[in-house]
């Protein structure tokens, strides 16, 4: 069964930086556009940032620009979010998921396949 894992999210404070880790099984990532979404408790689910298949293209929501930086390593099959100067509002349960479509597609929410998510919580 083909499987996302995310990892990497804690409880960490204000201006702090985490990488969460997004990882494939059953599949490889090389030919997917693959994009990081959050949802808050209450809130709708934002997509944050994706990244095309080869890495060339990236898309970041105007919530995280400038703070968050997306990556890939298809060799490792692992997507990355880097995410520097966390705010509180940046609390959410964190989702990687992949899509056969572009980002500028993607993003919407129109993926294939979807993690089971990763707790981040921003707080002193």
């Known amino acids: 069964q083909v499987q996302l894992v995310e990892s990497g999210g804690e409880s960490v404070q204000p201006g702090g930086s985490l990488r969460l880790s997004c990882a494939a099984s059953r599949f490889t990532l090389d030919t997917y556009a693959i994009g990081w979404f959050r949802q808050a408790p209450g809130k709708e689910r934002e997509g944050v940032s994706c990244i095309s298949s080869s890495g060339g293209s990236t898309y970041y929501a105007d919530s995280v620009k400038g703070r968050f930086t997306i990556s890939r390593d298809n060799a490792k099959n692992t997507v990355y979010l880097q995410m520097n100067s966390l705010k509180p509002e940046d609390t959410a349960v964190y989702y990687c998921?992949?899509?056969?479509?572009?980002?500028?597609?993607?993003?919407?929410?129109?993926?294939?396949?979807w993690g089971k998510g990763t707790l981040v919580t921003v707080s002193s």
């Open positions: 998921a992949a899509s056969r479509r572009p980002c500028t597609v993607a993003i919407r929410g129109n993926m294939d396949y």
